[in-house]
């Protein structure tokens, strides 16, 4: 596995909820729009097309290994 530092900026929507003690939950939050900035590979700090970038939901291989998250080359 390889991790990534990701620079990213978001607009949401949520609903906040505060208790009587005043703690805040955040519920339903939905992304209304997302910009990611920069992925840095945090082992060898890969950035821009050293980056390999796969989608959530990706096939695994047929050898039964599990799909990365994102590759550094």
Known sequence: MTRFDVVASRR???????SIAGD???EE???LDEHIERVTCRWCN???DRIEV???GAELPATGE???PGAAG
């Open 12 to 18: 949401t929507r949520a609903f906040h909820h505060y």
């Open 54 to 56: 796969i989608a959530d």
């Open 46 to 48: 890969a950035t821009g």
């Open 29 to 31: 939050e939905e992304v």
């Open 66 to 68: 599990q799909a990365q």
């Open 24 to 26: 805040l939950e955040i």
